[in-house]
T-cell receptor
């Protein structure tokens, strides 16, 4: 079964410092990976995705993610954190098992807190 | 485009009551899904649809029904609400293309409290 894990419930970082939010995955076949962000009382918003190609994927709001096949990881990164980046971040993988072509499996989420 | 809309934003039910959570999208997306979000559990798929007239169960379908009579609408029905269904519910839509590896567009959510 395909799955994603976000090992940290919360990540704290000082404004201006680089941030990393971790995600590891387990899939059969090629991984199709996504990051979403959720601000308070809002739905999830798409940040970026990895299908194939370059291991460093760039997305919205200055975020990027590094795909590492040997470590089965897809960590979200940003060179300089902003207070406004404080939110809940979800990693997701597309489930390609069975007939669930458009089913997605989400991690449990990581709360990012950027301190001024 | 309004995107994905959900109503109501908040609802309180008593155990045993029924209700329908509404979801609509104006992007002509074929695929629509319902998720519930619970603390420490992430998002879990309840039901999904790959087009009008076609629905299927997700990870946690018990206690919920869906139908898809039009491309735009995908209501979620709770037949007999239970306290375990207290959660935040999100509807999402997406489209075919890019080999199916496309992002989902989420609605703002419905917060449900079952007493």
């Amino acid at each position: 079964a395909q799955s994603v894990a976000q090992p940290e419930d919360q990540v704290n970082v000082a404004e201006g410092n680089p941030l990393t939010v971790k995600c590891t995955y387990s899939v059969s076949g090629n991984p199709y990976l996504f990051w979403y962000v959720q601000y308070p009382n809002r739905g999830l918003q798409f940040l970026l995705k990895y299908i194939t190609g370059d291991n460093l994927v760039k997305g919205s709001y200055g975020f990027e993610a590094e795909f590492n096949k040997s470590q089965t990881s897809f960590h979200l990164k940003k060179p300089s954190a902003l207070v406004s980046d404080s939110a809940l971040y979800f990693c997701a993988v597309r489930d390609i098992s069975g007939s669930g072509t458009y089913k997605y499996i989400f991690g449990t989420g990581t709360r990012l807190k950027v301190l001024a | 485009n309004a995107g994905v809309t959900q109503t109501p934003k908040f609802q309180v039910l008593k155990t045993g009551q029924s209700m329908t959570l509404q979801c609509a999208q104006d992007m002509n997306h074929e695929y629509m899904s319902w998720y519930r979000q619970d603390p420490g559990m992430g998002l879990r798929l309840i039901h999904y649809s790959v087009g009008a007239g076609i629905t299927d169960q997700g990870e946690v379908p018990n206690g919920y029904n869906v139908s898809r009579s039009t491309t735009e609408d995908f209501p979620l029905r709770l037949l007999s609400a239970a306290p375990s269904q207290t959660s935040v519910y999100f509807c999402a839509s997406s489209y075919s293309g890019q080999g199916g590896v496309v992002p989902q567009y989420f609605g703002p959510g419905t917060r449900l409290l079952v007493l």
